[in-house]
């Protein structure tokens, strides 16, 4: 498979799917791994799971490619992603803020299927807007627990 076409597949990935879950069984392969949660199993399933919480939390989250580069079997993507934070998210009640998130992505293509993906998003950034310490927990300005 050539980079241009394995870019086809990540991009379509990408720009559709929160649209349409359905198109992880086209776009993902079945022995998927997702090295940010190995444990989870493989799979479009283990994709899908990880979809639906995202949209549970941000239910109008949408997707944007910024850059995107493949060489040989790998594919990079930098994203931005926007989304009302609407659901409860790690206890974090919603705030009806819109989050804007960045991250970077690379996903391995064989045989026109997705089979591994690493990514890093700015969860730093994403608590901040959500108006929680990522380093204390805390809401930010709340004064900490006496002890």
């Known amino acids: 498979m050539s980079a241009d076409a394995a ?20 776009c993902i392969s079945p022995d ?27 239910p109008d989250f949408t997707i944007e490619i910024e850059d995107i580069l493949a060489e040989g079997d790998r594919v990079v993507t930098r994203v931005s992603g926007r989304g009302t934070h609407a659901g409860t998210w790690m206890q974090i009640e919603p705030t009806r803020s819109v989050i804007h998130v ?8 064989s045989n026109g299927r997705i089979v591994e993906h690493w990514g890093e ?19 930010i300005g709340e004064p900490p627990t006496p002890r």
């Open 7 to 26: 870019k086809a597949v990540v991009r379509r990935f990408y720009t559709e799917l929160f649209r349409d879950l359905a198109l992880a069984e086209e």
């Open 32 to 58: 998927y791994v997702d090295h940010n949660n190995a444990d989870a199993g493989h799979g479009p399933n283990v994709l899908r799971s990880h979809v639906a919480a995202l949209l549970h939390t941000f």
């Open 102 to 109: 960045k991250g970077i992505n690379i996903d391995r293509v």
């Open 121 to 139: 998003a700015d969860t730093v950034g994403m608590l901040i807007q959500m108006g929680v310490d990522p380093f204390s927990g805390r809401a």
